[in-house]
């Protein structure tokens, strides 16, 4: 059973549109992160976050932005989605201890047409 | 800065035959090492991981995979495939100095014939 939970699972959405993926956990997990997913392509880390009102950007230069308002949430907005923000997003979080690893949600294939 | 490579973009292997997928990384010191799989339409869900100790680690599915440092590598292991394994397999490789920042890989995809 999922602990992390990502909606919407499919998005097709029309140029210029303000789109908002959510991210939520009920793990407890301070450690979130948003990473995007191309096929045949690595995943690259877009966003992260260490705790409540703590976010950073990633490795990849992302026009979206994050907000962590409270633990379980880590949503991802793009305020005008273009056709080059079509990839899949996966949403991911940690326990402090990074020898666990990562549990990801399912993701979100985003399509922006 | 880590780097994960994945030699094999597509693996395609015989139901019941064995399985052996490859990943290199490149870290000065003993890194974090997992190997996550994807199936189709879903996220990532962690198979095994080393981080210390015993270099042959045993994961879920009847995965393996053995830490070489002297190759830097932490290839994935399976003595005989299921076709329900056939999915898409991401090494990733953190470190406590990356702030739980993981790299992976650009995954290796699986095809089990019958």
């Known amino acids: 059973e999922a602990d992390i939970y990502q909606t919407p699972r499919y998005l097709v959405i029309g140029t210029g549109k303000k789109i908002t993926l959510e991210c939520s956990q009920t793990?407890?997990?301070?450690?979130m992160y948003w990473y995007q997913q191309d096929p045949g392509m690595e995943l690259h880390l877009i966003h992260y976050s260490y705790g409540v009102n703590s976010t950073e950007k990633g490795d990849l230069s992302s026009e979206s932005t994050v907000s962590r308002i409270r633990t379980e949430h880590f949503p991802l907005t793009l305020e005008s989605a273009r056709p080059s923000h079509t990839s899949q997003y996966l949403c991911?979080?940690?326990?402090?201890?990074?020898?666990?690893?990562?549990?990801f949600g399912s993701g979100t294939r985003l399509t922006v047409v | 800065a880590q780097s994960v490579t994945q030699p094999d973009i597509h693996i395609t292997v015989s139901e019941g035959a064995s399985l052996e997928l490859r990943c290199n990384y490149s870290y000065g010191a003993t890194p974090y090492l997992f190997w996550y799989v994807q199936s189709p339409g879903q996220g990532l869900q962690l198979l095994l991981k080393?981080?210390?100790?015993?270099?042959l680690v045993q994961g879920i599915k009847g995965f393996e995979a053995e830490f070489k440092r002297s190759q830097s590598s932490f290839n994935l292991r399976k003595p005989s495939v299921h076709w329900s394994d056939a999915a898409e397999y991401f090494c990733a490789v953190g470190s406590p100095n990356s702030w739980g920042k993981f790299q992976f890989g650009a995954g290796t995809q699986v095809v089990v014939t019958p």
């Open positions: 793990m407890g997990h301070d450690k």
């Open positions: 991911a979080s940690s326990q402090p201890q990074l020898n666990y690893g990562y549990t």
């Open positions: 080393y981080f210390s100790g015993d270099t």
